[in-house]
C-alpha cells in the first residue's frame, strides 16, 4: 500500500480550485517512492488534463463516467473500483459537499482509515497523523488510523497554496464500472438575488451575525453600514431567518467577500463556514461580546464589548 | 409510514475549559451539552411532511448516546416526535462517526423507515460523516447538503435541492427509502409549547444494547472507528490587537480605522 490518489473535483465544466490545493497536500505526504496520481471524473475528463498537469504529479487517470456532474453511485463506484486496483496508502478529496455525499460512505464500504475536515496531514514518525478541529473548532485534534491499510483524508479548502509549477504527468484512463445512479442530479440553480448588491465586488463590508438577536436591530446595522460607506453583508443564521436577503450572505454557502479589504464582522461569531468567506481579507476587525469568539482568530483587530453600544458610538462619528 | 431521524446531544465548551490528563479530550465538566442545531431542521422537516400527509406517519428519533442525551431526546418529542429510542453500551466510548454509522443503521434496520434524516454536520465534531456513512451499510441512497425537499411519505422518490458552494443549488431526485442530510435553513424550527413539553416527559425513551440490534463489541468504541484520537490541544490563537478602553474609545479606534481605510480607498 503505497502512494497518494488525489481525487480532483469538477463542476459545470471547471475544475474546482480546490482540487489543486490538494495536489499540494498529496506533496505534503510524500515519502521517498511515493508517486502521486490524480484522478478527474467526469462525462468528458479530456477538459481538465491540462490543468492538472502541474509538478509533483507523476500520473493523471482520466475516469469518463455516465454522469456529467456529481452523482454519489457514479463516484462511491468508480472511485472505490480505483482504489481496489491501485491500492494507495492515501487518498486524498476535499472537504466539499460533493465528498460530503459519498467520501463517508466510501471509507465505510471498503474499511479505510477516514478523517473530515482535515487541515493538517503529516507523517510523524512514519505514522499518517490527521490534524481537525474539535468543539466549534476551540480546540486541535490530532487522529491517526491504527490497523488501516489505506487512509481517505477529505481536506479543508484554502489551506494548502495550489503548485505554482508545470509538470508533464503520465496520462492514462480507467474504465468505471457501470452504474446506475439511485440520485439523477437535474438542472443547477443560481440563488436568486432580490437585492441588487454583489458582495463578490464590496471593498469595505460590515457584517452581522446571530449576535444582532432580533430581526428589528437589523436596521440599526443597516443604517450604521450605510453612513460608514460600508456594504452591510450577514453570516448564515441572518440570512436563514430571511433578515436579509441570500445575497448579502457571507460564507461557504453564500459569497466569497473577493474584493474586500475591509471587513467588520459584528455579533458573528466566527464559524468555519463563515470564514471560508472571509478570512482572506487583509483588515479584519471583529466586535463581539465574547472573547472566546473564533472570529478573533482571524481578525486583524478585536473589540470585547456589547455590538449595540459600539455601533451606537460609532455612528455618532460618522 | 415511519421517517427515522438520527439525532445527537453536542457538547460546547465553556469559555475556560482545561484538557483531560491523558490528553485525548476535554474534561467532562467544562462540557454544555444541547441537541445539535441541524437536528432541529431535520426534526421539524419530518414532523411538517407528518402534518402535511393524509396517511398516518411516525416520526422516530434514534441516537446513539449515554443517558445524559435524555434531556436532548426530551426536547425533540416535546417539539413532535412520537418515539424515540436510546442506544448505548459502555463499549461505545470512542466510536467514530462510521462506527456510530454501524449501530444506526442497525436501528434503521430494525425499524424499516420509509425515509431517514440526518444533520449534515453536529456542531461540535463537524465530521459530516455520520449520516452518509449510514446510508452505505444500510445499502440506501443517499444525499448529503438537503436545503429543500418535496416528499411524500411512501412516496418512491423525492425531489430536492442541495445547497453547493458559492451561492448554488442542484435539483436532485432520489429513490426511497433514503439517507438525507439536512442543511439549516430547510425550515424554521418550532418552539415546543409548555403543554408539549410537559406531555413530552411522561413520553418512553426506549433504551437498546449492542446486542438487541445484533451488533457485538468489536462493531464499536475502538476497534469499530475508522480513527483514532491521539492528542487534543488548545491551538495557539488570539492574532486580533484588542482595542482596549470604554465604549467611546472603542468607537474612535473604529472610526480611525474605517478613515485610514477610506483614505487609502480614495
Keep these: 500500500m503505497s502512494g497518494i490518489l488525489v481525487i480532483a473535483e469538477q463542476r459545470r465544466g471547471e475544475l474546482r480550485p480546490v482540487s489543486l490545493e490538494l495536489i499540494s497536500a498529496a506533496q505534503n505526504l510524500r515519502t521517498a517512492g511515493d508517486t502521486v496520481t490524480v484522478a478527474i471524473l467526469a462525462g468528458s475528463p479530456g477538459l481538465f488534463l491540462d490543468s492538472l498537469k502541474l509538478a509533483g504529479v507523476d500520473e493523471i487517470v482520466a475516469i469518463e463516467v455516465a454522469a456529467a456532474e456529481f452523482d454519489p ?56 497523523v490527521a490534524t481537525r478541529g474539535g468543539y466549534g473548532q476551540k480546540v486541535n485534534v490530532e487522529v491517526d488510523f491504527p490497523g488501516r491499510d489505506t487512509v481517505l483524508l477529505a481536506i479543508r479548502a484554502n489551506v494548502y497554496k495550489p503548485p505554482d509549477q508545470r509538470g508533464d504527468p503520465r496520462i492514462s484512463e480507467f474504465a468505471a464500472p457501470a452504474t446506475m445512479s439511485r440520485a439523477g442530479g437535474r438542472d443547477f440553480i443560481e440563488l436568486s438575488s432580490n437585492d441588487d448588491v454583489d458582495m463578490t465586488a464590496a471593498e469595505f463590508i460590515l457584517t452581522i451575525g446571530r449576535g444582532i438577536g432580533e430581526e428589528t436591530n437589523v436596521a440599526q446595522f443597516k443604517e450604521l453600514a450605510d453612513a460608514v460607506g460600508a456594504t452591510l453583508g450577514c453570516s448564515r443564521p441572518i440570512a436563514d431567518a430571511g433578515w436579509l436577503p441570500k445575497s448579502r450572505q457571507v460564507g461557504q454557502s453564500g459569497k466569497t467577500a473577493s474584493s474586500c479589504k475591509l471587513y467588520i464582522a459584528m455579533g458573528v461569531s466566527g464559524a468555519i463556514q463563515h470564514l471560508a468567506g472571509m478570512k482572506h481579507v487583509s483588515t479584519i476587525v471583529a466586535v463581539n461580546s465574547d472573547a472566546g469568539a473564533s472570529i478573533f482568530n482571524v481578525a486583524k483587530y478585536g473589540v470585547v464589548g456589547d455590538i449595540f453600544e459600539i455601533a451606537e458610538e460609532l455612528r455618532r462619528l460618522f | 409510514m415511519k421517517i427515522l431521524i438520527a439525532v445527537k446531544q453536542v457538547a460546547a465548551l465553556d469559555e475556560d475549559f482545561e484538557i483531560r490528563e491523558d490528553g485525548r479530550d476535554v474534561e467532562e465538566e467544562f ?40 434531556e436532548s431526546l426530551r426536547k425533540c418529542l416535546a417539539k413532535g416526535a412520537d418515539r424515540a429510542i436510546r442506544i448505548w453500551d459502555d463499549g ?175
Design chain 2, 92 to 266: 461505545m466510548e470512542e466510536s467514530d462517526p462510521i462506527a456510530i454509522a454501524r449501530v444506526l443503521a442497525a436501528a434503521a434496520k430494525s425499524e424499516a423507515p420509509d425515509m431517514l434524516f440526518a444533520g449534515v454536520q453536529s456542531s461540535d465534531h463537524t465530521f459530516a460523516s455520520t449520516g452518509i456513512a449510514t446510508a452505505a451499510f444500510l445499502g440506501w441512497p443517499h444525499a448529503a447538503v438537503v436545503s429543500s425537499l418535496d416528499y411524500a411519505p411512501g412516496a418512491k422518490s423525492a425531489v430536492f435541492r442541495r445547497e453547493l458552494e458559492g451561492g448554488l443549488l442542484q435539483e436532485v431526485e432520489i429513490q426511497c427509502p433514503a439517507v438525507l442530510t439536512i442543511q439549516l435553513g430547510i425550515n424554521t424550527p418550532r418552539y415546543a409549547s409548555l403543554r408539549s413539553i410537559k406531555q413530552a416527559a411522561a413520553k418512553p425513551i426506549e433504551v437498546k444494547s449492542l446486542a438487541d440490534l445484533n451488533l457485538s463489541a468489536g462493531d464499536v468504541g475502538a476497534s469499530g472507528s475508522h480513527s483514532r484520537v491521539r492528542r487534543m490541544y488548545i491551538p495557539d490563537k488570539g492574532r486580533a490587537q484588542l482595542i482596549e478602553g470604554d465604549t467611546a474609545a472603542k468607537a474612535r479606534r473604529l472610526a480611525e480605522i474605517i478613515r485610514e481605510f477610506k483614505g487609502d480607498a480614495a
Design chain 1, 73 to 128: 453511485d457514479t463516484f462511491e463506484s468508480a472511485v472505490g473500483a480505483l482504489i481496489r486496483e491501485r491500492k494507495p496508502g492515501v487518498v486524498l478529496v476535499a472537504h466539499s459537499v460533493d465528498s460530503f455525499g459519498y467520501a463517508a460512505a466510501l471509507a465505510a464500504k471498503l474499511h479505510l482509515g477516514f478523517a473530515t475536515d482535515v487541515f493538517k496531514a503529516e507523517r510523524l514518525d512514519g505514522t499518517l
Design chain 2, 31 to 70: 462540557l454544555i451539552r444541547d441537541l445539535n442545531e441541524w437536528d432541529d431542521y431535520s426534526l421539524e422537516e419530518a414532523v411538517k411532511i407528518k402534518e402535511a400527509s393524509s396517511e398516518p406517519v411516525e416520526v422516530v428519533i434514534v441516537s446513539v448516546a449515554p443517558g445524559e442525551a435524555d
